[in-house]
């Protein structure tokens, strides 16, 4: 069955940086699109960065553009988020989601699988 495992998750101070990773299984990697969401206290899971199959297209809120990198390794069926300057706003839940054959998915609900989420606390 599909498994995407998320880890890297912490707590750092304000300005501090953290790694993501989501380790993919089960599903046709090199041809999925991936995103990363992220879901605070009280509020809706929404969208902060996704990557095309290849790597070559991809798209980040606008609150985390310059902070934030998404990347992947199709030979190694893993996609990360590289988060700098981390702001109080960042925490969250940080899910990892992935779309088979998907075209530049945006919205949770245009994503078919989901991790289990890793905490990310940002505070001083």
């Known amino acids: 069955q599909v498994q995407l495992v998320e880890s890297g998750g912490g707590w750092v101070q304000p300005g501090g940086s953290l790694r993501l990773s989501c380790a993919a299984s089960?599903?046709?990697?090199?041809?999925?699109?991936m995103g990363w969401f992220r879901q605070a206290p009280g509020q809706e899971r929404v969208i902060v960065a996704g990557i095309s199959w290849t790597g070559g297209s991809t798209y980040y809120v606008d609150t985390v553009k310059g902070r934030f990198t998404i990347s992947r390794d199709n030979n190694k069926n893993t996609v990360v988020l590289q988060m700098n300057s981390l702001k109080p706003e960042d925490t969250a839940v940080y899910y990892c989601a992935a779309k088979p054959y998907g075209l530049g998915p945006k919205k949770e609900v245009e994503y078919d699988y989901w991790g289990q989420g890793t905490q990310v606390t940002v505070s001083s």
């Open positions: 089960g599903l046709p990697f090199s041809s999925s699109a």
